[in-house]
């Protein structure tokens, strides 16, 4: 059997896939849309059940539960788990059209809204004669003890918020969504704001009665419109349960509220070995899916196991705060996923956003996934204590006002792996109001971290022993690899002091201020190559001094990247195409002719310098094995024109 290069972790071992072939002694049917299913059925293909809960009653170890097409709206509670990888319980969708697990409700008898002002404190006054807004009195009976228009979204654990650095408004917005044919409407905190704009929703105080507003002012007569009523779509009322598999279904509408605690729309409830794939989670109010111990403040239970699960081939689409989250989940496998459009709750200060956010991580492999459109959070999140992790094979697209993309967090021990990702446009957190005015050479070479501009593709801070390998990182505002120490975690055991990183045979390009700044020289860089990066992209911050290099003062003074290259061409991320393109460059850069010379600078994409290999990497984007001797930097292992960008085509 070939063995799989892209799952060696960084301690040279492969990942410990621990799945079997399960055997099924049961089967159990589930279809909403058979006018002879009843849960009073035995669950037979010919009597099935109508709901999904009713089969997860009745489902032991080895038993497998296919669900037909249809919309179920419930909260599915598995009773139990399973024993053992041989002996699991499956969830699966048949295999006839949609599953579709929903945790919101049709509602219908809406009124004009009365008694509110749409027009409210000085200023002018606007026509609003047009605006039309709808009321809608919620039925208590449909909440069935939990009534997320009653709950503001921040949870337990608040403490830690940096209040003053945040507007809180959405934070203390309601947890309750409204749809609109399926399309979320926005909240607004005072009722007078719905006259400034359409498809938005206001929840008054007691949490009884909303009121909104649609596209054009339309009647919602003539529309779907569905409320949250439930907090999760598949989750266990107890904790622990194991060796679940979720198959195939459609998660969506959630009511979760901002972790901690780590509550997903789909949720193993500190279980462990579950294997979640082919699922789509939609429009969750904050968490998609977790995989951890769900909070901090749980007691923790002595050689207590959380995560061995596998999230694989899964859309994660508009999570408001976090698509996937584990606390303290080891040995994870997250493969072949979609996550875009996470972060909308605008939370990042809650230091719980990002696409993927794992605590103390260790011996994870995260593979071959496509972040999109991650909103003011990081595509990947690795909290503390990380040890023995591949991020590997994963495009990173379009990080909006994102501070970094990926961020590595206070690791004193073991290696992390990144390598051959591609990172592409990372915008920066920051308010452009508060960048200052400074004309002419004053505000050159700022080479401190302020909060005006930053936007980093790899983010290291207080983590040693990073190892960044073969990676093209691209179109990041500030720099495209950025460590900093952070000096007194390493005292209480929560970081290190960022050193020892390796970063080699790397491709840095067009990124804004530097490709990278490294805290002290107590690190190694070598094989890199620095496409369209002029200037002093290349920095030691510590000592003072801090130094500002090009290429031949890098390789003269620390006698870094001796085997690295200039490069002057284009390259086009193609996002419809799905494509990168290599292609000779439309200009030239500006400099002295003797500067010109002395940069060296490689034009034609074909001729980029090969470099030595490095252990444990020896595949590439797509998984294939690099040849044996001298490689390619970046993430490519052959020259060539044109590249697709979806990691799982080869």
């Not at 072949?336 to 994870?364: C, F, P, R, Y």
């Not at 530097?514 to 190559?529: K, R, Y």
Request: hydrophobic share 35%.
């Amino acid at each position: 059997m070939k063995k799989d290069l892209s799952a060696i972790l960084p301690n040279g071992r492969s990942f410990d896939f621990w799945e079997k072939k399960c055997e099924y002694d049961r089967t159990l049917y589930v279809d909403c849309g058979n006018p002879k299913a009843s849960d009073d059925n035995t669950g037979s293909a010919k009597a099935p059940f109508r709901t999904i809960n009713a089969a997860a009653k009745a489902a032991t170890p080895g038993t497998r539960i296919r669900i037909h097409a249809g919309i179920y709206r419930e909260c599915v509670r598995p009773a139990m788990g399973g024993e053992s990888p041989e002996k699991m319980i499956s969830y699966e969708a048949f295999g006839d059209g949609k599953v579709i697990v929903r945790a919101s409700e049709e509602v219908r008898d809406f009124i004009p809204s009365t008694g509110w002002m749409l027009q409210r404190g000085p200023g002018p006054r606007t026509d609003v004669s047009g605006v039309k807004v709808w009321e809608h009195d919620l039925d208590p009976d449909m909440f069935r003890g939990y009534n997320p228009f009653c709950a503001v979204n921040i949870l337990h654990d608040r403490l830690f918020i940096e209040y003053e650095k945040t507007d809180m408004t959405t934070y203390l917005n309601r947890r309750g969504c409204v749809f609109c044919d399926g399309e979320a409407l926005t909240q607004v905190a005072l009722y007078n704001q719905l006259s400034k704009a359409e498809n938005t929703y206001w929840v008054e105080a007691n949490g009884q009665k909303i009121h909104f507003r649609l596209k054009g002012d339309d009647d919602p007569g003539n529309h779907l419109i569905e409320i949250t009523v439930r907090e999760q779509c598949f989750a266990p009322e107890i904790p622990f349960l194991n060796y679940i598999r979720v198959s195939g279904l459609i998660c969506e509408h959630a009511a979760t509220g901002a972790p901690v605690p780590q509550r997903g729309a789909i949720s193993c409830y500190r279980g462990h070995h579950w294997i979640i794939e082919d699922c789509e989670v939609n429009w969750s109010n904050a968490l998609g899916i977790d995989v951890g111990n769900e909070c901090w403040h749980h007691e923790r239970i002595p050689d207590q196991m959380i995560g061995y699960s596998v999230v694989r081939r899964c859309r994660v689409r508009d999570a408001g705060v976090c698509g996937i989250a584990g606390l303290f989940a080891t040995h994870m496998l997250i493969e072949d996923n979609l996550i875009e459009g996470t972060g909308w709750q605008k939370m990042e200060l809650s230091w719980e956003a990002g696409a993927i956010k794992l605590h103390n991580s260790v011996d994870a492999l995260i593979r071959r996934n496509i972040f999109r459109n991650t909103f003011r959070a990081d595509h990947i999140w690795l909290d503390c204590g990380n040890v023995n992790n591949r991020i590997t094979a994963n495009l990173f697209l379009d990080g909006i006002e994102q501070r970094e993309a990926i961020f590595i967090e206070c690791t004193r021990d073991g290696v992390n792996l990144i390598d051959n990702n591609i990172i592409w446009n990372v915008e920066g957190r920051f308010d452009p109001a508060k960048i200052p005015d400074e004309p002419g050479s004053k505000g050159w070479y700022k080479l401190r971290e302020d909060e005006f501009v930053n936007g980093y593709g790899i983010y290291g801070e207080g983590t040693d022993r990073l190892f960044i390998v073969h990676n093209l990182i691209a179109k990041c505002r500030h720099s495209g690899y950025y460590l900093k120490p952070v000096p007194f975690r390493t005292g209480i055991d929560r970081g290190g002091t960022s050193r020892k990183a390796r970063i080699l045979n790397n491709i840095f390009y067009d990124c804004g201020e530097a490709a990278i700044v490294m805290p002290t020289a107590d690190n190694q860089s070598d094989g890199n190559l620095f496409v369209r990066m002029v200037g002093g992209y290349l920095r030691v911050m510590y000592p003072e001094p801090e130094v500002c290099l090009h290429l031949n003062a890098w390789q003269e003074f620390y006698g870094f990247d001796m085997n690295g290259a200039n490069g002057w061409f284009d390259i086009e991320l193609d996002r419809d195409a799905g494509t990168i393109r290599f292609a000779d460059a439309k200009d030239q850069p500006m400099a002295f002719p003797e500067m010109l010379e002395l940069m060296a600078f490689v034009k034609d994409p074909e001729n980029v310098k090969r470099v030595d290999p490095v252990e444990p990497v020896k595949s590439d984007y797509y998984g294939n094995e690099r040849k044996p001797g001298a490689v390619l930097p970046g993430p490519f292992a052959e020259t060539g024109a044109v590249f697709p960008i979806d990691p799982v085509r080869k």
